[in-house]
């Protein structure tokens, strides 16, 4: 064993009267190692352990609340929000909690007023413009002041969107009408994508018209859909009842 030599080093450096107490204290400090050996491996076993729990915790506890996710919007899905603006032909359902028999699925007019259960037929509600959380307010104050409930709860969805349309003309490879998806907007180079894109002679820039609010038509001349398309310029943001006119060129193969 290497201990005897070490030992036998010992008697020559230490006196002659404290090698029995020295080999005593050495002793005793490596059987108290030895019994010590198994508490200290389960105390560090039991640590590992406990780190890598709480390592798995908080990945499964991100996994769960979508940390680390990039969150994702597929193209033309749609999403329910109380901001949205009423409009003619939208169909909404409207849930009174209070009273089951009222609730029921109601089509806005072309005039933008919508009448709903028990409330009077001849004063319909104007939500035209108004968006789900305030046609929400304007219901339940209908039914207060019209002494149908007393403190209403109301919960107003959409069922089904009234569609928003673009005119697509020219060179492009279908046209016609292109639909805006609900709860969204719709862009050049989008509206085109969707008449299935430019057709080989076509032009690289449009034209765009749109009906003003006041009744005038406004002209967008020349916007480039090519630098658009490409990435190199920017896009042009459309609004329902905007008509795009895509000409030819006089150049052949402007999109290959």
Known sequence: MTSLPLLRETRFLLPTNMTKAYRALFFAGLAACFCAWPALAHAADASATKATDSKSSKTANSKSSGEGDTAKTLPGSSYQTSNYVLRPTDI?????????????????????????TYLDPDKPLNVQGLTVAE????????YVDQKIFIKPTINVTIKTYAERRIN???????????????????????AI?????????????????????DGTTKTYDNVDLYKATKGTGPDFPLQEGDTIMLGESPFANVWQ
């Open 168 to 190: 697509v003309m020219g060179a492009v490879s279908s046209p016609g009408l292109v639909i805006i998806p609900p709860e969204q907007t719709l862009s050049l180079v989008s």
């Open 92 to 116: 909404i359902f409207v849930n009174v909690i209070d009273d089951p028999k009222a609730n029921g699925e109601f089509t806005i007019g072309v005039d933008g007023t919508v009448g709903l």
């Open 135 to 142: 046609a929400t307010k304007l219901i339940s104050r209908a």
């Open 193 to 213: 994508a969707q008449a299935h894109g430019p057709t080989p002679r076509a032009a690289a820039t449009v034209t765009i018209t749109r009906k003003m609010p």
